[in-house]
């Protein structure tokens, strides 16, 4: 594994926890942006929950 997964992997939310941002939240201008991410870090990392 290199370096950038595991700094991603450590810094993903652990979404069995706690909820990803909120949908209205923007990211660059973007809708939903945020939460894809979030979502995304936390599937990558085995933490994405339901």
Known sequence: MNM???TMI???K???KEYPRSP???LA???LA???LDK???AIAGTLGE
Do not use: F, I, M, P
Request: glycine fraction near 4%; aromatic fraction near 4%; charge should be neutral.
């Open 4 to 6: 950038n997964s595991e």
């Open 10 to 12: 450590t810094t993903a």
């Open 14 to 16: 652990d979404l069995t």
């Open 24 to 26: 209205r939240e923007t």
């Open 29 to 31: 201008g973007y809708v």
């Open 34 to 36: 945020a939460r894809v």
């Open 40 to 42: 995304c870090r936390a």
